[in-house]
């Protein structure tokens, strides 16, 4: 009788004996994959500078300005451009040693540079997103308490102003979502809410002051619970402007019913 071991066998074409691995034995181990250091920095950079940006746009107007240098260039750009070129500035400073790689580099390198790091970007971003879909579930369900209805965490179809409790924190501060006409209003799209309107999850306590606006805005457990995350402050040494608007982004859309996250979506204005 054969060792079970050796796995089953079976004979060629050519009669030459062929072992198969039996299905008890692991198979050879995998050689382990090493990211590549810009992907990494590009995660960081989409998630504490700008999430959105195209990096070799970024790169091209980039490297133009830095050739002309000179304050007289700086102040003739749009706000726009200034903008653009500040994002730039600090992508040179996230990635060390990018600007002498760049200009060193032929034009085939410089956009497999720009792909890693836009790789990096929108990784992280999906990655953020998925692991929104369920954690969000869990904080904004009260402490000993369940939703009702039940939300699933793997499914987004009842969530945004389909439902009280999304729908009260996506409410725009202002509104009142225990007004019925609102809440239905709300539901079917005839009250239009742009990105740029601030709902009431972003304030402490969920509460919104219209005495005092600034009040309480950007302090709520919501955000603190998803900056607190650890994929979300790995390199992160300090809390920015563009990191909190990328949390309360993300925020918003796992609020939301809509299944794709995209950032020319006239819905969640997420841009």
């Known amino acids: 009788m054969s060792n079970s071991s050796e796995g089953d ?4 074409a050519n009669g030459q004996k062929c072992i198969h691995p039996s299905v008890l034995e692991l198979g ?42 000179g304050s007289d260039t700086l102040e003739s750009l749009t706000v ?16 060390p ?3 002498s790689r760049l200009m060193a580099s032929s ?7 720009g792909e890693l790091i836009q ?25 000993g308490q369940s939703l009702s209805p039940h939300i699933p965490r793997n499914v987004k179809s009842g969530r945004g102003f389909n439902h009280e409790r999304t729908g009260a924190l996506l409410c725009p501060a202002g509104l009142d979502w225990t007004n019925i006409q609102t809440q239905t209003k709300l ?7 742009p990105g740029d309107q601030w709902p009431v999850f972003l304030y402490a306590d969920y509460s919104y002051d219209p005495e005092d606006p600034w009040n309480g805005l950007l302090q709520s457990g919501l955000l603190v619970s998803i900056m607190n995350r650890r994929p979300l402050i790995l390199g992160m040494r300090c809390v920015t ?17 809509a299944q794709i996250f995209s950032r020319t979506d006239l819905i969640t204005d997420s841009e």
């Open 9 to 12: 066998s079976s004979w060629t």
């Open 28 to 69: 050879p181990r995998k050689k382990p994959t090493t990211q590549d250091p810009l992907v990494h920095r590009g995660r960081h950079f989409g998630r504490a500078v700008h999430a959105f940006c195209n990096v070799l746009t970024l790169f091209t107007n980039g490297i133009i300005l830095l050739s002309e240098g």
């Open 80 to 95: 726009d451009e200034r903008k653009e070129f500040a994002a730039f500035r600090e992508l040179l400073r996230v990635v």
């Open 97 to 99: 040693g990018l600007e």
């Open 107 to 113: 034009e085939e390198e410089v956009v497999e540079i």
């Open 119 to 143: 790789k990096g970007i929108n990784g992280a971003r999906a990655d953020d997103t998925k692991g929104m879909k369920g954690a969000i579930i869990d904080w904004i369900t009260p402490k």
């Open 187 to 193: 539901m079917n799209g005839e009250i239009q809410v």
């Open 241 to 257: 402007k563009a990191s909190i608007a990328y949390v309360a982004m993300q925020a918003r859309f796992g609020l939301t019913s």
